[in-house]
């Protein structure tokens, strides 16, 4: 049996019925946490200390405690108990208490049906934030510890996300969640994470609408690349296609970047017939894919999902002149050919 092993079976039953009570996804210690335990009257045990990378704490005159994983209370229980067996207390003159002082940053890996799925690093705070952290007494609340705020640090989910089956393994243990109340408004069990957690999360297999948009677990907003060289409008800086042109809430559609590149409107006996192409990777095969639209007929039937596919991130959309403006400019270039040969002639002659 291990250590830790030894010492939970040790406990008292009312300490056992306290660990049982407690939900087994309660805000656990986790490697590289900062923790301060005190004791009266045992100075020599009392002090600040950090997880290391085993998630064990060192204290003077004890074995190594394994911790990581555990709430402080019932690392309270264990350090009780070990002090104890050990005989540096008598049961009646010891207190032991255990205090969060910083919660680290923590390793995790995420897959599945997410945009950018890979190991991250979420709680990483900056230099200010951990400043004035320290001030504190005790005490930490580490928002971005949590499984949503992973889900949203690897780009958010994807449309065909199977959000009732989301699965976080811990070594051995594996449970699943049920994150589609953040659509719904119904309660969401937002789960804290602990270095060394892996989130997997299933895919349906097809996009699901209703998803595609800015929320907890989703991106806030995509970047979009658009092309629009075309007469009259004859470069992008004159099409307005700037920075805030380019930038899209998450959910938007094909039609709106069409309109947002100025490929719409104008004249409309040269302009009608445009064409949009819409060139992107396949989220869900991975591969390129490529979608020409007729710019008129996407913007006059906009409510079909397959004629106007939703935007993703990394998206590229070039709008194509009407046949009438491609007759045009090719005239024009021939006409600009041959007008230095004609002033040649004429000077010749």
Do not use: H
Request: glycine share 8%; hydrophobic share 40%; proline share 7%.
């Amino acid at each position: 049996m291990s250590v830790i092993g030894g010492l939970i079976s040790s406990l008292p039953v009312a300490a056992i019925a306290l660990m049982t009570a407690m939900p087994s996804w309660a805000l656990p210690l986790s490697s590289g946490d900062q923790i301060r335990v005190l004791i009266p009257e045992g100075e020599e045990f009392s002090g600040t200390y950090k997880l290391d990378v085993e998630g064990e704490i060192n204290i003077p005159y004890l074995d190594p405690l394994p911790v990581r994983g555990l709430e402080p209370e019932i690392v309270e229980l264990l350090l009780t108990r070990m002090l104890i067996e050990e005989g540096f207390f008598q049961p009646e003159f010891l207190q032991v208490s255990v205090l969060v002082l910083e919660r680290a940053p923590v390793p995790i890996t995420v897959s599945g049906a997410v945009f950018e799925p890979g190991r991250i690093l979420i709680n990483n705070r900056s230099p200010e934030e951990l400043a004035s952290q320290q001030n504190l007494v005790s005490g930490d609340n580490p928002q971005g510890r949590y499984l949503t705020s992973a889900l949203q640090a690897v780009g958010g989910i994807r449309p065909d996300a199977k959000l009732d089956e989301i699965r976080v393994i811990r070594g051995q243990t594996v449970e699943i969640f049920d994150l589609s109340g953040v659509f719904s408004g119904e309660r969401v069990e937002d789960i804290p994470l602990i270095s060394g957690d892996r989130v997997e999360v299933p895919t349906v297999g097809y996009f699901q609408d209703e998803l595609a948009r800015p929320s907890q677990i989703t991106p806030p907003g995509i970047r979009i690349f658009l092309s629009n060289l075309t007469i009259p409008a004859n470069s992008n800086a004159n099409s307005a296609i700037g920075r805030d042109a380019t930038r899209f809430p998450y959910g938007s559609r094909l039609s709106q970047a069409v309109v947002a590149a100025n490929c719409a409107g104008g004249t409309q006996a040269t302009n009608a017939d445009r064409k949009v192409l819409l060139v992107g990777t396949d989220r869900l095969t991975g591969l390129t894919r490529s979608v020409e639209r007729d710019i008129e007929t996407l913007l006059e039937q906009p409510g079909d999902s397959n004629e106007n596919p939703l935007l993703m991130p990394g998206d590229a959309v070039a709008c194509y002149d009407s046949t009438v403006t491609n007759a045009r400019d090719v005239s024009r270039t021939i006409t600009d050919i041959l007008s230095p040969f004609s002033i040649i002639i004429d000077w010749i002659f």
